[in-house]
């Protein structure tokens, strides 16, 4: 479990192609690293990754192909800066909210308005996740724990600090760029306590409707692919 509260911005530093469509992606972050032994877990962008092995400043973690298909880890390449948390103990702060680090879909940032002290951002996210996300209410977005501020019936806005624009990978975002999406785990499990069916998470969606038409930043190579 995480919180949302990103502890370091980390550089994606070597992505190798393994068996079967999955990948070995390495990691700077001196940080989370300073304490970590070989299984223990990191999010990487609001996605839990387990580190294999450890070198220096970096871990390296195994990402299977269907975490690079229903995640924005796919179109991760050299370079990239992403939002990194260690899982919470039983001690910690709970500075955001309960986060499991299992990606339910993948949105994309449609629109920032920047303000005297805050943006207002306009994320759009699955249609079939949007009845979980409720004003006031808390959503995972790469990571990191917001409150939302405004929804629609397939977006959602959130105002983002100035701590939150310089310490995480969403103050670089551009319009068009996806983002990994976690809704309130409490909210699924309401509805399906209240007989409100199934949870929807990535396997409700087909692949194809799952990523939006325009996937990453324009160049971006999927993970594996030339740097």
Known sequence: MFTGIVEELGEVIHIAETAEDSAVVTINGPLVVSDARPGDSIAVNGVCLTVVELAGGAFTADVMGETLRRSALGVLRVGDRVNLERAATLGSRLGGHLVQGHVNGVGELLAREPAARWETVRFRLPTALARYVVTKGSITVDGVSLTVASVGPDWFEVG??????????????????????????????????????????????PAADHLPAAVGRPGAAPVGGPA
């Open 160 to 205: 983002l600090i100035p701590t939150t624009l310089r310490l995480t990978t969403l103050g670089a975002r551009s319009v068009g760029d996806v983002v990994n999406l976690e809704v309130d785990v409490l909210a699924k499990y309401v509805e399906r306590l209240l007989g409100g069916g199934q949870l929807a998470g990535p396997d409700d969606l």
